[in-house]
């Protein structure tokens, strides 16, 4: 269902305080808390003693403590101490990679020995002075897939996001998907159309006119193993529309990072990085409410979608040109998977 | 489990408004929704697109629009329109029969082309002078059977409804069940008794004595698939009982509408119609207020012995003379169900 | 799972009053009310008629009647009467050997023929004049020998309880654990420390200062099947510590009867009978406000913990010392199971 030999968004760095924190990824229950000097680290949710979620613990001095007889578990998986008893004998739990960056703990779920920080995808926008970030998580109870799915096809905004986002020019401006390697990009670009209420008060904050025509574009881009950025913006019609100078403009991305939590639930984690007013923090909270929102409007949609494909699995659901986005990612999706189990296969000792 | 050639009430008129309904009936997810010059239609709740609820949608001159990327569906489950899409080729979804009447939106599960709208059971008190109708909708997480027992077996007010419209002659004055083809008849006269004070009210709001003795009467007719209906009153002893004139009695016919929404779940629509004092407005609603209040008691009776039969499946139930009309009603049920089954088979191509 | 040759508690006898209590003991559903003479019974929760809950009814001079059709159910299991019907032939349901004792009601699940209330353990406490009693009901979503692990290793009260119960001292003492045929004994002897705060405020309580050495103690006691009484207490230090006069202690036993509901839920009946000021009701309700506080502490984590183990069920838990308590009553528990099935499959006739 999901690739494990990669990075996952598993909590903001927010989230991670001084307590540790359990979150079931991609099947496996896990608990992350912040270790030495503040390093998180992610380790299975089973304390070997008797099986107490370690999340139910705290952090005391870096080691996580067991908050039902008091074993203290090191960040590697193997205990450290347990009062009255030696503990050289205690089995391991299994620790998981994971990294801190750019605001989020990454986890990786499959094979340690392969993970690497360096394949964690940069985001340019973080602690940069030109932009701005606020965001939110959802939990779904949905195949993270229909996540990908829904923001690949950006034209269900004219009818699930009518009163903010949506307007009839995305239904009528075709897209064009493109695939490079394991990345998928739908863009579409509108010109000389009213803005949707969503991005006139953008304007307004910028200091711009709203009620002028723009140009609207809309690159929607897909990156394994499900993360979705979307560039996004409005400029002033007849100043280059993508490409006119920021004076003219505002622009942002769409940061959407997909975690599955099981086979029918993911994590959501939805943000706005914008490159405009970057020091207006009541602006940062404003857009932030106001997306949280329009995103809100999507999640009875997803689960009931679920409900439905489950009731109906045999059915095969249309792939039109507008799915395209979708259905190229999961594509790559399905090649990781099938590259994995190939590999675990290789892996595996021959048959006597 | 349940007769799917045949007509089940799925909701109210008044439920029925600008938006589509999702209901599910007889395990088939539908949606209901009024079409072209508000006729009623009723279809897979499954949008060939992506397999979105189309009872998220909303409806567009006639046309249901899927409320996720606006594919336009006709009331025949063919798609008519999809923005910037050729429709041609698109699987159509099933649709349903449906009918409006008697204040109600009737559906056929099964055959469309055996259903006939002239099969719809005829109810006199509809939009007559004489008479007036209140009544609302339960949903009842039991086999729907469980509540033609109920309604066929009137001892059980003496029981459950001991305080409104339960009395100990129910149980001392023994019922007479006939059928006639497909209905069941369980019958129950009681003479010279006190009125209960449901019965008492209605005298005084038809402003008639409550403190003298009454003949009581209470016909339950079942007819298939699922419907009981109730004829109930008290009349001043001495003028002739059921038969008594009206001026001496309060008549009205309690409806039961009891449509499955799964095999362990009902749709249970109650009402009563009324042959007194039919323009009274305030009464109607002080009868349904007082009816939801009474049948409401029945509910976790019937949920908790759902959950008690599905723990013994194997035990086999007493029929004794009071369940004679329940009985005889699940007879005519089977019956049903296996004509069908019949007819399927025949239907079916004959082995290689 | 569990034996069912033996006595449960099933409810407080202040939880019977004049209506039947329905619950499930041992995966049984029963229903349990006072018969003549206010005498306890407990029947299957099942109406022979059409298969109610009997508990939905009420009780009649000493006979259970059915809330639905009015069946009167005498305390064997045999229907004694019901309105307009000749009864001899109604199948009778099951009746469980039922005793009230020491403030509650005790239910035999097993076979009725070896039921004995001499087997009832003796509650000395009850009624005592030098005893008083406080306690309440916790229903647990965890099998029930979690509970027992808990109660059998206090040094969870270091972690779980950490500000009232727990101390550092917990941890550092170690426990002895003894098994005399079916009984099973951790205790644990703390000399000369600081009593924790719910000690402190039992000594002001007692008129003792709070601010002195104290030797504290724990002895826990598991007998079949799964009660647990644990006496607790301090005593100033220099006194005898447990052996100390009573001026110099307080002393108390932490009363644990715990009922498996089903394999993985339980009734967990918690209180303390305290050998102190047994006059003072403020006190006992002060106490037990703050045992309820305190013992729920543990809910959260032996739910969790009983998912941790749905999820791996191969695993094997560490047995260290400190689980030598729970390690030996869970022997305990399956020789009985085995000695049960045993004698079942001795008493089935032979193979042919």
């Known amino acids: 269902m999901f690739p494990v030999n990669t990075w996952y968004v598993a909590c903001s760095a927010g989230e991670l305080g001084d307590a540790p924190l359990g979150r079931t990824i991609c099947n496996r229950p896990m608990v992350f808390y912040r270790a030495q000097a503040g390093r998180v680290a992610a380790l299975e949710d089973f304390c070997p003693h008797r099986g107490a979620p370690l999340s139910l613990g705290r952090v005391c001095e870096g080691k996580l403590v067991c908050g039902y007889h008091g074993l203290e578990m090191g960040c590697d998986g193997r205990t450290v101490a347990m009062p009255g008893q030696r503990v050289g004998g205690f089995p391991a739990i299994r620790s998981y990679p994971a990294e ?3 605001g989020f703990v990454w986890v990786w779920p499959g094979d340690p020995a392969r993970a690497d920080a360096a394949l964690i995808p940069h985001m340019e926008w973080h602690n940069h002075p030109d932009w701005a970030y606020g965001g939110g998580l959802y939990h779904v109870k949905a195949d993270y897939r229909l996540m990908i799915d829904n923001l690949m096809d950006l034209t269900h905004e004219t009818y ?22 394991d990345e998928v990009v739908t863009s579409r670009f509108m010109q000389n159309i009213s803005a949707p209420p ?5 304007l307004r904050a910028r200091g711009l006119a709203d009620d002028v025509p723009v140009d609207r574009w809309q690159i929607c881009r897909f990156t394994p193993p499900s993360h979705v950025i979307i560039e996004v913006g409005v400029a002033h019609a007849g100043h280059g529309g993508y490409d006119a100078p920021a004076e003219h403009k505002v622009y942002s991305k769409v940061i959407d990072f997909i ?10 984690f939805w943000g706005m990085a914008r490159k405009f007013n970057p020091q ?17 409007e999507d999640l009875e949609m997803l689960e009931r979608q679920q409900k439905n ?8 659901l249309l792939a039109l040109n507008i799915d395209a986005g979708g259905t190229r990612s ?18 595996a000792p021959p048959p006597a």
Chains 1, 2, 3 share one sequence.
Do not use: N
Not at 259 to 268: A, G, K, L, Q, V
Not at 309 to 316: A, I, K, N, S
Not at 333 to 342: G, H, K, N, S, V
């Open 198 to 202: 969503f991005w006139r008060a953008a």
């Open 100 to 102: 801190e960056r750019y």
């Open 160 to 181: 699930v996001h009518a009163t903010s986002i949506g307007q009839k020019e995305i239904d009528e401006t075709p897209c064009v998907t493109t695939t490079d390697g």
């Open 280 to 296: 207006d923090e009541a602006l940062t909270a404003q857009i932030r409410e106001g997306q949280g929102r329009i995103f809100a």
């Open 259 to 268: 975690t599955p939590e099981t086979d029918r639930s993911m994590h959501y």
């Open 330 to 347: 999961r594509s790559v999706i399905r090649r990781l998977i099938a590259a994995e189990t190939a590999a675990a296969t290789e892996a």
């Open 309 to 316: 494909l489950d009731t109906h699995p045999e059915r095969r």
